[in-house]
């Protein structure tokens, strides 16, 4: 189990009870026709929140070392049923950005947690207040 994972869920949504935390795996695309980043093979699982945190963690890194691309939603949602926004709980505590290799300019606020999600890129997150 990663402790940096769950470091950063506990940061993102740690206070909040009674959600489902969902994630979404799967493996690069190796078809000549697919475009870069397509995945195949994927498989979305949910979670209870806070009670399968440790389980979802190291499910996540599982994959990760087989070789498969791993995320997780920044929300909770109301159900484990879909990713999609109208299933979101209705408390959202962070923002997130992929920076895709940009970095936050020194003038914006600086967020409260950054992950590099592979060489020389990294996800920005800001927990709200």
Do not use: C
Not at 47 to 56: F, L
């Amino acid at each position: 189990m990663s402790s940096a994972t769950l470091k950063l869920w506990d940061h993102l949504f740690g206070e909040l009870e009674g959600g489902y935390l969902v994630t979404f795996t799967g493996k690069q695309s190796g078809r000549p026709d697919a475009g870069p980043n397509k995945l195949d093979d994927t498989a979305q699982e949910s979670w209870i929140w806070p009670e399968d945190r440790e389980q979802a963690a190291a499910y996540l890194e599982a994959e990760s070392e087989r070789g498969r691309d791993a995320y997780f939603g920044v929300h909770l949602f109301k159900s484990g049923e879909s990713r999609r926004a109208e299933n979101a709980a209705p408390e959202i505590l962070a923002l997130w950005v992929d920076g895709d290799g940009a970095t936050v300019p020194e003038d914006w606020p600086q967020p409260t947690a950054v992950i590099e999600s592979s060489p020389g890129r990294h996800h920005y997150y800001w927990k709200l207040t």
